[in-house]
């Protein structure tokens, strides 16, 4: 501020006529005769007293006489009015509802749904939920639900054929409104200037869009709602809407009349466990959560999807194996092998879960590598699905045992009053008790059950045969016969089949016919350039691992299968959207393991043992109480993965807030 007319020994002061302070000048030009000075102040400030508030008045004295003063008003605080919202929902920007919001049968009092829930309406194929909303006197909320049916960009995934993508977009077209509801509140329904009302909606899985739209309607003099004839209107679809600018709104088809609000959320469903596939012949579990082994090198392996969400997780022991991300596509299969090798010792325990995006976990189903379904609810009472978390690995290498006993287990009545006892029992290594897995008795070649299977056999002796495995697969098969008339029965002596298997040298030994065999370790020389890739066996189809047990009725030839060692070439990872690119060159994210949980560094290893449908891992079971594993997987069949859930998941939120915007123009919500 500068000041002119004035000498050197002029003073500047800001004040009253009651106190006043003086403001430091900075600068006199003795040419013009100014005065230069800044005044920096806050409205709060006080100093000496004297508050910088209110009016400002400025003068200047020079020579002891006041020769100039300014007055400087302030301006009035200006009072902010907080709009108020015309509604409330019970539920924000982004919803996401998984298997425990979900109640599979719809009450016949569809008031009495939950808010927060979702419904299964079996009819529709949809689900319902609830949305209890707040809606202020004069306005009309227009609530509709929709589903991207995310088939718009089929033609560029290289999955589908022509016919294909015209079948999915017919079923499920790009955008499509599931329900559409309009709720209004005028002097007829309003308490305290608001109305509670419910909306219900229906949505699909995955991925839906709630939209919300916010109209004043025609009203009469006394604030009640009335159509265009002027009656009172009892049905929403007869109201009169208006949106911005008061232009009449008459549908999204006929008019381009924007709401005066509008608002989006949204809705992800995802109430489906992940898909889970088993090998049995590991994995093959008793009711009492007890894996019963032969050696210590176990495998976990199977194949692993979620068909109903975007994103999976497996982990064991602590450690995630492998996850799965997908984006928008449902329609894509995201199903990944595993092959998890553990070290186990006699009495540890193995710990392991999986989830998906809306932490559904366990199935209610596990299928064997075939697709039959072998555990299920309900197997064990341990667990509430199909498997459990925890299993004990426990030693077996001790054949069941079967013999004739009057204080036996097991009665075959034979004739009427007259039955003949046997003794079935496990044990396992050491001595302790095992677990049999299913026995069988067959009466001259036919399964026995009670008397009434064989009472119509005439013959006066009877072949008796009793096969018995346990959760191990030790296989025992003995033959009795029974005389029918003098209740004697006796072992017959078994029939033996004779196992030829070509392991470093050709080598020949007899079982029992249907007893069990366990393909051995390859022991032989290895030629340059090659591995082991399994084992062929006359009468089986396919190549099958170490440690696979057979059940074996004739003779049988079994050789070696050997694989080319592919060299592995070190490229740089460059990402590319050509699909032929994309099929050859798989780009594969491995995810990190758990540091604070793991003995060892991970080794990732092609095991000599196995075949090409996928590649060891390893994991090491250290005691009961400390177990730790090592995995990765790999499936060059299957499409990668796009990053680990947590980053993943935050690029996919702005993801679909984005295409909400895209499709319907939503704003974000205010809750003010």
Avoid: C
Avoid at 83 to 96: A, D, F, L, T
Avoid at 139 to 145: Q, S
Wanted: a neutral charge; hydrophobic letters at 30%.
């Amino acid at each position: 501020m500068i000041w002119g007319n004035v000498s050197k020994n002029a003073k500047v002061y800001y004040g009253n006529n009651y106190k006043s302070i003086e403001i430091k000048a900075t600068k006199y030009d003795f040419h013009s005769k100014t005065m230069t000075f800044d005044l920096y102040a806050n409205i709060n400030d006080i100093v000496d007293g004297l508050a910088f508030a209110g009016d400002m008045r400025l003068f200047v004295k020079d020579n002891d006489q006041k020769k100039a003063e300014i007055k400087i008003r302030m301006p009035e605080k200006i009072k902010e009015t907080k709009s108020e919202y015309p509604y409330v929902s019970s539920y924000g920007n982004v919803i996401e509802l998984g298997e425990g919001d979900l109640s599979k049968n719809k009450p016949d009092n569809l008031t009495k749904m939950e808010s927060g829930k979702i419904y299964s309406d079996s009819e529709k194929q949809q689900y319902l939920l609830k949305d209890n909303i707040i809606l202020r006197k004069g306005y009309a909320l227009k609530v509709t639900t929709y589903n991207p049916g995310k088939t718009d960009m089929l033609e560029g995934n290289g999955v589908y054929s022509k016919e294909d993508i015209a079948k999915i977009q017919k079923a499920n077209p790009n955008l499509r409104a599931l329900s559409e509801t309009t709720i209004y509140a005028d002097s007829r329904n309003v308490e305290d200037g608001r109305s509670t009302q419910s909306v219900l909606m229906s949505a699909l899985d995955g991925f839906n869009i709630i939209r919300y739209q916010v109209f004043t309607f025609k009203m009469n003099d006394k604030g009640e709602a009335i159509d265009k004839d002027g009656n009172l209107v009892t049905d929403s679809s007869k109201l009169v809407l208006f949106g911005k600018d008061d232009k009449e709104y008459t549908g999204e088809d006929k008019s381009n009349v924007e709401a005066i609000k509008e608002d989006g959320s949204m809705l992800f469903i995802d109430t489906k466990p992940v898909n889970l596939s088993m090998d049995k012949n590991y994995f093959n579990p008793s009711k009492s959560n007890k894996i019963y082994v032969r050696n210590p090198e176990f495998y976990l392996r199977g194949k692993i999807s979620d068909k109903g969400g975007f994103n999976w997780e497996l982990r064991v022991n602590e450690s995630v194996v492998d996850n799965y991300l997908i984006y928008g596509d449902l329609h894509i299969d995201n199903t990944r092998d595993f092959n998890i090798k553990l070290n186990v010792k006699d009495g540890d325990i193995m710990d392991w879960g999986m989830k998906d995006y809306k932490a559904n976990g366990f199935p209610d189903k596990v299928t064997d590598m075939d697709g039959n379904v072998y555990l299920q609810t309900g197997y064990s009472d341990l667990n509430a699905k199909a498997v459990g978390v925890h299993y004990q690995f426990l030693y077996d290498n001790v054949k069941p045992e079967v013999n004739i006993d009057p204080k036996g287990n097991t009665s075959i009545e034979y004739a009427d009053g007259k039955s003949v006892v046997f003794n079935i029992n496990d044990k396992r290594n050491n001595g302790f008790d095992g677990e049999i897995q299913e026995q069988h008795i067959y009466i001259n070649g036919k399964e026995y059950t009670s008397f009434n299977d064989i009472k119509q056999i005439i013959d006066k002796t009877l072949n008796i045969k009793i096969v018995v495995k346990d959760f191990a697969r030790n296989t025992t098969v003995k033959e009795f016969i029974l005389n029918k008339d003098t209740g004697e029965v006796s072992e017959l002596k078994p029939h033996r089949v004779t196992v030829t298997i070509q392991n470093g040298k050709e080598m020949s030994s007899t079982i029992v016919s249907e007893e069990d065999f366990i393909l051995p370790v390859y022991k032989g020389e290895l030629e340059k350039g090659y591995q082991f890739d399994g084992w062929e066996i006359s009468g089986f189809e396919g190549k099958k691992d170490a440690g696979y047990v057979i059940n074996l009725s004739k003779d049988t030839f079994i050789k070696p299968v050997f694989k080319k060692i592919e060299e592995k070439k070190e490229e740089e990872n460059k990402p590319t959207f050509d699909v032929s690119k994309k099929k050859d060159n798989p780009q594969v994210n491995h995810s990190q393991l758990n540091e604070s949980h793991r003995k060892e560094d991970l080794q990732r290893e092609e095991h000599s043992q196995k075949s090409d449908s996928t590649k060891d891992v390893t994991a090491t079971v250290l005691d009961k109480n400390n177990i730790s594993s090592k995995s990765t997987t790999n499936n060059p069949n299957k499409l990668p993965k796009t990053g680990t859930a947590s980053g993943a998941q935050t690029l996919l939120a702005a993801g679909i807030m984005f295409i909400v915007g895209i499709f319907l123009g939503l704003k974000k919500k205010n809750q003010d």
